[in-house]
């Protein structure tokens, strides 16, 4: 006798994928299900989740933590010509329980960007794993080229692309100190959720400080394929760069 055996979980399309058993109006589910990643028209058991929806659950969730505890693939940030530093971070346990040191670095690692990086460009673009790794391996090759020719097809000077490890959102403003650079980007892995752990934020900061609030800071969000593709976000970020080259302001100051 064959035993019946559970569909591969990971093929299903849940974007069209509707789970209800015999629903009133099938076609208004999957109208609502191309509409938002949300977990809708997934029917139940009972008072539970039916088995299929519940296992697809735990496999996004499993998903969400690897991207997290996992590292970026560093021949990606090699091939496009990246420097690579390290926050005060020791390891992976450090970064998730001491965002405080995420944000830093050494002395050593800031001379060493200072020596090593031009001083004084137009556009300063930084890499950092953050709470996504996954989302630099992937995203990066597809986003920086983009960004490379779009700024230098706008005359602005580029300097030396660097690659944070154990990198918070703030270390774009130690770096923008030490280079003395007129915007500064740093394109970070975002905190994963059920509907990706491939996300990505470019944020962005005209004459980035640390002594200024986190409202100098302009942000473009869900940069993954299934959100903004990432061509299409570098543009985005290409014409952001522009305004606040203009206006000589960034975040809740740039008036779009």
Not at 142 to 148: K, N, T
Request: aromatic share 6%.
């Amino acid at each position: 006798m064959e035993q019946e055996m559970v569909r591969d979980i990971s093929a299903l399309d849940l974007s069209t994928y509707v789970a209800v058993d015999d629903p009133k109006d099938k076609t208004a589910c999957e109208v609502i299900k191309k509409k938002t990643a949300a977990r809708v028209c997934v029917g139940k058991a009972g008072s539970r989740l039916k088995t299929e929806s519940y296992l697809r659950f735990r496999a996004d969730h499993a998903i969400a933590q690897d991207a997290v505890w996992s590292y970026v693939d560093e021949s990606v940030v090699d091939e496009l010509g990246f420097m690579k530093v390290q926050t005060l971070c020791k390891d992976k346990d450090e970064y998730i329980t001491r965002p405080d040191l995420g944000r830093k670095f050494s002395e050593e690692t800031l001379e060493k960007i200072k020596e090593a990086c031009p001083h004084h460009v137009d556009v300063q673009i930084i890499a950092g794993d953050g709470l996504s790794s996954p989302a630099i391996t992937v995203n990066l090759p597809d986003i920086y080229p983009m960004l490379e020719d779009g700024l230098k097809a706008k005359g602005y000077t580029l300097g030396s692309p660097i690659f944070v490890k154990y990198a918070r959102v703030a270390t774009m403003d130690q770096i923008s100190e030490a280079l003395d650079a007129k915007v500064t980007i740093i394109l970070i892995g975002e905190r994963p959720g059920l509907a990706t752990g491939e996300s990505m934020s470019a944020y962005m900061a005209y004459e980035s400080s640390t002594k200024k609030n986190e409202s100098q800071r302009t942000v473009v969000s869900n940069i993954h394929k299934k959100g903004m593709p990432p061509v299409e976000a570098g543009a985005q970020i290409v014409e952001l760069v522009g305004k606040m080259m203009e206006a000589k302001a960034s975040g809740i100051d740039l008036h779009l």
